[in-house]
């Protein structure tokens, strides 16, 4: 089974995030970046497919120099090439542009399944992997719970609005997955020296033939940035007993018992 | 430039009409577009085109082709309604910013190669179409502006309207849109629905949300939650950490990636606060926290705060709601 999963850097989830006031860009300066922990679960999510019915797990990441790293530690997990499209035309990329390059280099080569994860934890437009299963003319199946496969199809569990549902889906297509659908694996120590290794592509728009994409080719503009108004804290108190009490006088205070 | 027509993509829920629907119903309206209408898709859009019309929708466009619920919706619906942009032109169409939505809009927007924004909170239009988006947890508010191309696609998260019957809303026309099944989607087949049906109030509608998150510990101490919840007759959240390990189903699931959510009271148990929980939730006019770490962020902004174990609070609670007079 050829697998390819996409796979994002993003600025450390555990810091807080800031744009910059004047470009309106994510500022990447400020926190260390990391391959996207959601993007773990797919890389984990295309290894157990490959390991099950053979075939390899090809990563492509689309964003600046640096996102080798995450393109590596994905290597490190136990995928065998990658992909880095890096160009200084795609800072400030949309959703579109994302999914048009992403697909762009995917489609170079024959795919049985395409996994992402459900959103980017920095972006989380949450519409690449859609907007990459119409460039590739392939179904989507999305927020997937759970995967199996007797290698020609795939079987899903995935979360609906209202509750969950079994899908039936033939190849090929493209998966995005939740946190939750696997437990994604800790690079070994042989994986991580190995990685270094396993080839790994670098290529630019031209070289996908793709111009004019990036961020000016965008079909939208950020106008404002603003700092909304805050929540004030109340009072915190430490628990010696009344602490329910406290609460049931807040609940008929609002009037909702 | 005027707006001409606005589209609304319509889910249904269970054969009715998505709340989220007649909330964008509500707003479109508001927009000073020509004409505003909807569009739905699945075998029970006909028993949704009353509501639709009540909340504003002139002409209601759609398609009850069997093929909308025996398959993974977004490929077809994204097709059929390429089609009929491309015979009537609407310049904005709105979505819910659910699952659904997101397949369909995704797939919409690759396809038309137009301009989508997911995530938004608000929309105005004038000289341009604008729309809002808030980020890091709604700590920060970002407008921004569509260029030329239509239409535009904007994805809204439920709630960001109140949903409101039009005043003199007369019987919608409607109009049957041929349905667009390409082969390729018919491989994505639906083999099995499950609908989880909740005790009590929904949590979208319910006046208090008593919520968990990791510090509950395990799936079966939710039931705690659920008596507190049935005693207050409100409703049981979660955090995603709590769905992710299984816990719950993600119906529960309150943030960025879930439900919405502005009670009375919201009481948020074993919860820490990540800005990604917090952003479905600070809409609510009373928030009460109960966390062991006095550190933890959700108490920066609960009106009442209380460090200690959510567990036992949450027995002593029941056990004074249940001793309450009437
Ligand atoms: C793109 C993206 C989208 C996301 N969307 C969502 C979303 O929609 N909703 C959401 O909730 N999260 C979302 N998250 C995840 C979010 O970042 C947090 O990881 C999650 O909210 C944490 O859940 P939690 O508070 O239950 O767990 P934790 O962060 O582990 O917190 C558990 C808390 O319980 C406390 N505790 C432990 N034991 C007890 C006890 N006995 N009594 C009282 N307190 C106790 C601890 O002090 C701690 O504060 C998203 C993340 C990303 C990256
Ligand atoms: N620049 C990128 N490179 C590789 N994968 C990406 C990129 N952007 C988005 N993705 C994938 O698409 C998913 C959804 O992203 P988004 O729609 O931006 O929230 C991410 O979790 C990734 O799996």
Redesign the interface.
């Known amino acids: 089974m050829n697998v390819v999963v996409c796979v994002k850097l993003v600025p450390d989830p555990d810091s ?4 910059d006031a004047t470009t ?1 860009r994510l500022r990447r300066d400020l926190a260390e970046p990391v391959l996207d922990p959601g993007d773990e679960f797919g890389v984990e999510a295309g290894l157990r497919l490959v390991e099950a019915h053979g075939g390899e797990v090809r990563v492509v990441s689309m964003g600046p120099e640096r996102a080798l790293d995450a393109v590596r530690k994905a290597l490190a997990m136990g995928a065998a090439r990658g992909v880095l499209v890096t160009d200084d035309d795609l800072g400030g990329s ?3 542009t994302t ?2 390059v992403l697909a762009a280099a995917i489609g170079r080569e024959p795919f049985d399944v395409v996994i992402t994860a ?2 980017s934890t920095d972006g ?12 590739l ?7 997937a ?1 759970g995967v199996v496969s007797d290698g020609t199809a795939l ?1 899903v569990t995935r ?12 190849l090929p ?1 493209v998966l995005s997955v ?3 659908v696997n437990e994604p694996r800790y690079p070994s120590l042989r994986g991580i020296m190995g990685a270094k290794s396993k080839p790994m592509d670098r290529w630019t728009l031209a070289d996908l033939g793709l111009g004019g994409v990036g961020g000016a080719g ?11 108004e ?10 010696d ?1 009344d ?6 006088l ?2 008929a205070r ?4 | 430039m005027a707006l001409g027509t606005v589209w609304v993509f319509a889910e249904l ?2 054969d009715r009409a ?1 709340t989220g629907a007649l909330e964008l119903l509500t707003k479109a309206r508001s927009l000073g577009a020509a004409d505003v209408e909807a569009v739905c898709f699945g075998p029970g859009a006909g028993d949704a085109v009353a509501e639709l019309g009540r909340h504003g929708a002139t002409t209601v466009r759609l398609s009850t082709d069997p093929a909308f619920a025996e398959l ?1 919706l ?2 077809p619906a ?1 097709d059929t309604l390429a089609a009929a942009v491309a015979e009537h032109r609407p310049d904005l169409i709105l979505f819910a ?4 939505g ?10 038309l ?7 938004g909170l608000d929309i105005e239009a004038g000289e341009a179409i ?1 729309v809002t988006t ?3 947890g ?10 030329a ?1 239509r239409p ?1 696609l904007a ?1 809204f998260r439920p709630k960001s309207f109140p949903a409101a019957v039009a005043p003199g809303a007369v019987a919608p026309r409607v109009v049957e849109v041929p349905a667009v099944i390409r082969e ?2 018919r ?10 049906i909740a005790a009590g109030p929904k949590l979208e509608e319910a ?2 949300v008593v919520s968990g998150g990791r510090g509950i510990q395990n799936a079966g101490n939710f039931e705690l939650l659920r008596e507190v919840a049935e005693l ?3 409703a049981v959240g979660a955090s ?1 950490a709590v ?4 816990w719950v ?3 529960l699931q309150v943030g ?2 879930g439900k919405t959510v502005k009670p ?2 919201y ?1 948020a148990c074993g919860i820490s606060g990540a800005m990604q929980h917090t952003v479905g939730m ?1 809409g609510a ?4 926290a ?1 966390n062991k770490d ?1 550190q933890a962020p959700i ?11 959510a567990l ?3 027995r ?2 029941r ?3 249940r001793s ?1 007079p009437g």
């Open positions: 807080v995030g800031q744009l309106h949309d959703a579109l999914a048009k459900t959103e989380y437009t949450g519409i690449v992997p859609q907007a990459l299963a119409e460039l003319d392939v179904p989507a199946v999305t927020f719970t079987t979360q609906t609005e209202s509750g969950s549902e079994t899908i039936l889906a033939g297509c939740t946190a939750g965008a079909g939208q503009t950020v106008v404002s940035v603003t700092t909304s805050e929540r004030r804290a109340g009072e915190v108190v430490t628990d007993g602490g329910a009490h406290r609460i049931v807040l609940l609002a009037r909702v018992i | 829920s269970q998505a993974l977004g490929g994204a910013a659910t699952h659904t997101r397949d369909v809009a995704g797939r919409l927007a690759a396809k190669d137009v301009p989508v924004i997911a995530n604008t808030a980020i890091f709604a700590t920060q508010v970002v407008r921004t502006e569509f260029g191309r535009a994805l390729c989607h491989r994505a087949r639906v083999v099995d629905r499950s609908v989880e006046e208090v207050l007759h409100g995603r769905v992710d390990a299984g189903p993600y119906s960025q990636t009375a009271v009481i600070r006019q009373k928030i009460v109960i006095p108490f920066k902004l609960a009106d009442l705060g209380i460090v200690g174990d036992i609070v949450l002593q609670l056990d004074e709601l309450r």
